[in-house]
């Protein structure tokens, strides 16, 4: 389910990108954070450092995406 979610979202931006509709500034990113808050949050955490709420429940713990350098 969450790989269809990120697919979907991927799809819908290059099928408006190649109608010649660009996303608002801003947009890709709210749409990134809107789907991170729904799917990922609660494992990953505030921060992406893999603490989130529900991590007691899992066997595997998630990724710790802090030290990804970003910039």
Known sequence: MKQNVRWLGILTILLLC?????????EV?????????????????TRGQ?????????????ANFFPLNLA
């Open 50 to 62: 893999g603490d989130g709420p529900q991590t007691k429940s899992l066997t595997i713990k998630p």
């Open 18 to 26: 190649s109608l010649g509709v660009a996303p608002r500034p801003g």
């Open 29 to 45: 990113q709210e749409f990134g954070k809107t789907v991170y808050d729904q799917h990922c949050l609660r494992y990953h955490g």
